[in-house]
């Protein structure tokens, strides 16, 4: 059974920051790839980044291009989001998501959900 258990999400004020983890279970994850999206009250669920599991490569939504950060920890199956200088608008709830092969930051592409952190920016 494929899990995914995010963690790290919380209220902060415009400006500040927050790591987003991301453990992931059931899968050999070398073939696949791990994003993040999020989803706010009334807006279509969005991707805001991904990171292949084999090579590193990382993918981000225009939104969060110098802002957020993906990475990963193979050896714990783990992944996480680095998010710096956070904005109101980046208030939503965010999601762990498998991919298959390679990042597309496509919501209907996910395979693998995981049950969302939520992430509240005030101004």
């Known amino acids: 059974e494929v899990q995914l258990v995010e963690s790290g999400g919380g209220l902060v004020q415009a400006g500040g920051s927050l790591r987003l983890s991301c453990v992931a279970s059931?899968?050999?994850?070398?073939?696949?790839?791990i994003g993040w999206f999020r989803q706010a009250p009334g807006k279509e669920r969005e991707g805001v980044a991904c990171i292949t599991y084999n090579d590193g490569r990382t993918t981000y939504a225009d939104s969060v291009k110098g802002r957020f950060t993906i990475s990963r920890d193979n050896a714990k199956n783990t992944v996480y989001l680095q998010m710096s200088a956070l904005k109101p608008e980046d208030t939503a709830l965010y999601y762990c998501a498998i991919e298959s092969l390679s990042c597309t930051l496509i919501a209907s592409l996910v395979e693998y959900w995981g049950q969302g952190t939520q992430v509240t920016v005030s101004s």
């Open positions: 059931g899968l050999t994850f070398d073939d696949y790839a």
